[in-house]
């Protein structure tokens, strides 16, 4: 089945430093990308998606590249802030068979920026 | 706008005891679904429900239900809460169109934190 898998966290980084997280997937068909935020005590939000080979979806500063030739989607973001501080999610959306589609996300990176 | 509106907040149940747990969204989408959250586990799929009228198992259906009321809503019952389900609880929706529809995003609720004793 599909599957998505991040870098494990957690992350601590200083103010204005550069921030990557991986993230890899396995998934028959042509899948969607997307990375979700998730602030303290609050749902998920869409940081930004991608939709097919070579896109680059962007938000807030915030990058990331579909590499359908290395199955990847890495967040980037040049200079992080102390409210970028978050748990952040991968996700694939495919499809599931009988007219649904289902999203499978990876288990999450927990960001933390110190001032 | 509200967008997904999950109650309650927040429960705390005692092992045996039965709850329904509540959504509602108002952006008219076809799709809603249930999710539970646990440390180091990611969001896991609970059941869905591509279009009103019909309801699907997901990866982790067992000891719950489901009801789509509406369009509108889409419920989550315990009938007997076990330890096992103390978790926090997330809502989505989406609209699921004939185009393209692997693009659209999910949107989620605040969520429902339930603990079980």
């Known amino acids: 089945g599909d599957s998505v898998t991040q870098m494990e966290g957690p992350v601590t980084l200083s103010e204005e430093a550069f921030l990557t997280i991986n993230c890899t997937y396995t998934?028959?068909?042509?899948?969607?990308l997307f990375w979700y935020v998730q602030y303290p005590g609050e749902g998920l939000q869409l940081l930004l998606k991608?939709?097919?080979?070579?896109d680059k979806g962007s938000n807030k500063g915030f990058e990331a590249t579909y590499r359908k030739e290395t199955t990847s989607f890495h967040l980037e973001k040049g200079s992080v802030q102390v409210s970028d501080s978050a748990v952040y999610f991968c996700?694939?959306?495919?499809?599931?068979?009988?007219?649904?589609?289902?999203?499978?996300f990876g288990k999450g990176t927990k960001l933390s920026v110190i001032p | 706008n509200a967008g997904v509106t999950q109650t309650p907040k927040f429960q705390v149940l005692k092992t045996g005891q039965s709850m329904t747990l509540q959504c509602a969204q108002d952006?008219?989408?076809?799709?809603m679904y249930w999710y539970r959250q646990d440390p180091g586990m990611g969001l896991r799929l609970i059941y869905y429900?591509?279009?009103?009228?019909?309801?699907d198992k997901g990866e982790v259906p067992n000891g719950y239900n489901v009801s789509r009321l509406n369009k509108r809503e889409f419920s989550l019952r315990l009938e007997s809460a076990a330890p096992s389900q103390t978790s926090v609880y997330f809502c989505?929706?989406?609209?699921?169109?004939?185009?393209?529809?692997?693009?659209?995003?999910?949107?989620f609720g605040d969520g429902t934190r339930l603990s079980i004793l």
């Open positions: 989505a929706s989406s609209e699921i169109g004939l185009v393209e529809p692997t693009r659209q995003p999910q949107h």
């Open positions: 998934a028959t068909g042509y899948p969607s």
């Open positions: 991608a939709t097919k080979a070579d």
């Open positions: 996700a694939l959306s495919a499809y599931s068979g009988a007219g649904s589609y289902q999203l499978t």
């Open positions: 952006m008219n989408h076809n799709s």
């Open positions: 429900s591509a279009s009103e009228g019909t309801t």
